[in-house]
């Protein structure tokens, strides 16, 4: 009876070490920093942080995508050969302020999905 035990023990390790592992990874998510007002036509940048427990190749920010004005201006695609370079990273966009912005940014993992969308709004001034 002893061996039937040992043998199941090892056989439910690797089912628990994938649990364990899931256990302690997370959604992608997001922040964003940028000015709250800038000079109208000036070149504003703006840089967003991806935040995600687990980078490996089974389990990774599979994309991060940045809008202004609901008008797509930065997509970045990984996959499980080109993840992102940590847990925690950070792109620029740089864009040109002729009206107020309404700066989106959501990243999604492969296998949780997202936290949802992070918005910030950037007043433009004459």
């Given at each position: 009876m002893t061996r039937r035990k040992l043998l199941f023990v090892l056989m439910m390790v690797p089912f628990y070490s994938l649990y364990a592992r899931s256990a302690f990874a997370n959604k992608s998510s997001t922040s964003i920093e940028a000015p709250q007002t800038v000079p109208k036509g000036s070149e504003t940048t703006i840089r967003v942080?991806?935040?995600?427990k687990g980078n490996n190749f089974?389990?990774?920010?599979?994309?991060?995508q940045v809008t202004a004005n609901k008008k797509e201006i930065a997509r970045w695609d990984f996959s499980s050969g080109q993840r992102p370079e940590a847990e925690v990273f950070t792109r620029e966009v740089k864009l040109n302020a002729v009206e107020d912005l309404e700066v989106t940014a959501e990243a999604h993992c492969n296998m949780h999905?997202?936290?949802?969308p992070t918005t910030i709004k950037?007043?433009?001034k004459e």
């Amino acid at each position: 009876m002893t061996r039937r035990k040992l043998l199941f023990v090892l056989m439910m390790v690797p089912f628990y070490s994938l649990y364990a592992r899931s256990a302690f990874a997370n959604k992608s998510s997001t922040s964003i920093e940028a000015p709250q007002t800038v000079p109208k036509g000036s070149e504003t940048t703006i840089r967003v942080t991806v935040t995600h427990k687990g980078n490996n190749f089974l389990h990774y920010t599979k994309w991060l995508q940045v809008t202004a004005n609901k008008k797509e201006i930065a997509r970045w695609d990984f996959s499980s050969g080109q993840r992102p370079e940590a847990e925690v990273f950070t792109r620029e966009v740089k864009l040109n302020a002729v009206e107020d912005l309404e700066v989106t940014a959501e990243a999604h993992c492969n296998m949780h999905g997202s936290t949802g969308p992070t918005t910030i709004k950037i007043s433009v001034k004459e």
